[in-house]
């Protein structure tokens, strides 16, 4: 399975930007997608998840601003983010959960893309 991101960018504080993740590849069925950011000398930090049924999971520093979502029928998770702070610059890393023939659940991990907040 490959992950692409798609629409990082620069914003003002304050502003909002859409991210969005397709897999492809060998593709059977999706279990959990989200996203993960990582910053200039941080760790990875979990930022949402979202099961193939629709349930949502978010990282505290990002509850009521960011929302995610995912069109299965497509294999593509979105990341709605709102009231973007400087503190959400970082590079933001799409993740899945794949299982492999024997029933074991895969971590697959896009490339990321970057996201600035800064006036």
């Known amino acids: 399975v490959q992950l692409q991101a798609f629409g990082g960018g620069l914003v003002q504080p304050g502003g909002s930007l859409r991210l969005s993740c397709e897999a492809s590849?060998?593709?059977?069925?999706?279990?959990?997608m989200g996203w993960y950011r990582q910053g200039p000398g941080n760790q990875r930090e979990f930022v949402a998840a979202v099961t193939r049924g629709g349930n949502t999971n978010y990282g505290d520093s990002v509850k009521g601003r960011f929302t995610i979502s995912r069109d299965n029928a497509k294999n593509v998770v979105y990341l709605q983010m709102n009231s973007l702070k400087p503190e959400d610059t970082a590079a933001y890393l799409c993740h899945a959960v794949q299982k492999n023939m024997w029933g074991t659940p895969v971590d697959y991990w896009g490339q990321g893309t970057q996201v600035t907040v800064s006036s």
């Open positions: 590849g060998i593709i059977i069925r999706i279990n959990d």
